[in-house]
């Protein structure tokens, strides 16, 4: 398409409600570079170059004529494309409309010829634009004809369902997710209060769900200030606050370990529970299990890249027996091209030891088979056990409530969960399952489909073959 008749996306929108997120998802996908700016942060200089004096000629005379040097953006642009290796990108620039007026004419111009001052934007290159509704921004101004002519105008708006899907691939929190589900009028928040204006966004419960996992990991408890740091509308924070300090009572009490152990005092324990306190149970509880199952897939990625490892130098050993001689230098040269930490930590502590024979290899196997091999298939059995007696409780305990369902849609969102249920036959899932879908044979051909993906995979729980 002719470059001035390309027109610019813009994604017009209230504050921390995705737009950023879907273009850079967008670049994601479609393996483009990504750049961003904020058009707040510029002046006139730093978008068009700095003018400079040069010697040309005119009417047969020499003249001193002003020259300018290349914008910052489009500089940048290049830069990315170097380092990136992508010659096609996305050039976003946030906050739009809150350009400066000295900037007016030269936003134009970029609208319509692609270009800032006498620098174009690289061919390959789109130019996707962002602004806020001056309702949401005060330093907004509302986009005049003559500019919104020169754009496709998109209006985002918040949309609760599909940031649930989106939450889906972000671990959030599962007790912000259940907080949500249940207060969906707090997902966002733009009002008037006497202090000002209360802001609450996507953005701010996304922040605040990494938060409270990074806390939970040190041991903290996070106070209400802090959750109105994230969620600055003062009726949502406190009602959060409440419904988070009920989750950290429900995981202080021991009810949870109960739960994962299969204990009948859980039963009874969770039966006298009140509506609110028992989401607050199976938020702790699949977080919990998440911990775990992401655990146990750690160990089981590690396991298989040492077992690829292992498992090609044994097929190089029956081909050249003489290569168990110098095992060390192998195993230091393969661990090289290797990602995974643990396994390269691992295969680099094997060839610190005595290995370079026959009899090292038998030892080598030992060491894959206690270290590597056994950990993660006791992480898997102790996970698989959890989530069989945390299933079994809930559904008695739960029967006929809400609460069920939202048990069911996190654990089947959890990646690191699906993998150990497909690893293993679970009767209280397929029950489960049963319980909650409206076509469980569909769902169920779903699983297996997952299952078959996954057993594609996983690395192969044989032992390795030696050449002797």
Not at 133 to 162: F, G, K, Q
Not at 414 to 426: E, G, K, M, N, Y
Not at 437 to 463: A, L, M, V
Request: proline content about 4%; overall charge negative.
């Amino acid at each position: 398409m002719e470059r001035r008749r390309a027109r610019p996306v813009c994604l017009m929108g209230p504050a921390g409600v995705g737009k950023t997120e879907i273009v850079r998802q967008v670049a994601q996908d479609k393996g483009l570079a990504f750049l961003s700016y904020s058009i707040t942060h510029h002046t006139r200089q730093s978008i068009i170059g700095l003018p400079r004096l040069i010697q040309g000629t005119m009417e047969g005379r020499t003249v001193s004529m002003t020259e300018y040097t290349m914008s910052e953006i489009i500089a940048q642009i290049y830069r990315t494309m170097e380092e990136t290796s992508l010659q096609e990108g996305i050039l976003f620039l946030d906050e739009f409309n809150c350009a400066s007026e000295s900037l007016r004419p030269i936003m134009l111009q970029l609208l319509q010829d692609k270009s800032f001052g006498p620098h174009a934007i690289p061919d390959g290159w789109m130019l996707v634009l962002a602004g806020n509704p001056t309702e949401y921004n005060r330093a907004a101004s509302a986009l005049d004809p003559v500019t919104a002519d020169r754009m496709r105008l998109v209006h985002i708006v918040p949309d609760y369902p599909a940031w649930r899907a989106y939450a889906k691939t972000r671990d959030i929190h599962p007790v912000v997710l259940s907080y949500l589900d249940n207060h969906k009028e707090h997902f966002y928040i733009c009002q008037r209060e006497e202090d000002g204006t209360a802001l609450v966004t996507a953005r701010g419960w996304e922040d605040l769900s990494i938060m409270l996992t990074r806390l939970e990991e040190s041991g903290q408890q996070p106070d209400l200030a802090l959750m109105a740091q994230y969620i600055q509308a003062g009726e949502a924070a406190r009602s959060f606050f409440s419904y988070y300090t009920q989750y950290a009572s429900v995981i202080a009490s021991g009810v949870i370990q109960l739960v994962l152990e299969g204990s009948p005092k859980a039963l009874a324990a969770i039966k006298q529970m009140n509506f609110q306190r028992s989401w607050s149970l199976v938020s702790a509880l699949l977080r919990r299990v998440q911990t775990m199952a992401e655990e146990a897939v750690c160990l089981d990625d590690t396991a298989g890249v040492v077992h690829g490892v292992l498992a090609g130098l044994s097929q190089q050993m029956k081909e050249d027996p003489a290569l168990a001689g110098c095992l060390s230098e192998e195993l230091i040269a393969r661990s090289g091209s290797v990602e995974d930490r643990p396994a390269q930590s691992f295969l680099r502590g094997l060839a610190m030891g005595e290995v370079n024979s026959l009899a090292g290899w038998e030892q080598i196997k030992t060491q894959f088979r206690d270290q590597v091999r056994a950990p993660r298939m006791e992480a898997y059995q102790r996970t698989g056990k959890a989530i069989t007696n945390m299933l079994a409780v809930c559904r008695k305990a739960l029967a006929g409530q809400p609460h069920l369902e939202f048990l069911f849609h996190l654990i089947t969102d959890s990646t690191a969960v699906l993998r150990i249920l497909v690893s293993d036959d679970f009767p209280q899932f397929k029950e489960l399952l049963t319980d909650i879908s409206f076509d469980p044979q569909q769902t169920e051909r779903g699983r297996q489909r997952e299952k078959e993906r996954s057993e594609d995979s996983f690395w192969e729980n044989t032992g390795l073959e030696g050449p002797v």
